[in-house]
């Protein structure tokens, strides 16, 4: 829902989503088709998703990413690297 009625200058911060490593992969991997997979229901259902950019998910990060992830990215087209 809008923020209407917010008159005052308002900070926007981005949350990047991260897992332990002891979660499953294939929960993991489902996670991540999930949410490439359904950009329109998460942006009606909650509309900070209509920046979502699901080709963008991967990127250079200092976090190492999770097996399962890569699993999906790279069914995906989206994994960048080949060594892993």
Do not use: C
């Not at 069914?75 to 060594?83: S, V």
């Amino acid at each position: 829902m809008p923020l209407v009625w917010w008159k005052a200058p308002l900070t926007w911060i981005e949350v990047d989503f991260y897992l332990v490593a002891d979660v499953n992969d294939e929960m993991v991997s489902e996670l991540v088709r999930t949410l490439y997979a359904n950009k329109t229901a998460l942006t009606n259902a909650y509309g900070v998703f209509t920046r979502f950019d699901p080709q963008a998910m991967v990127g250079d990060s200092k976090v190492p990413y999770h097996p399962g992830a890569i699993k999906a990215y790279k069914k995906l087209g989206l994994w960048l690297w080949t060594e892993s």
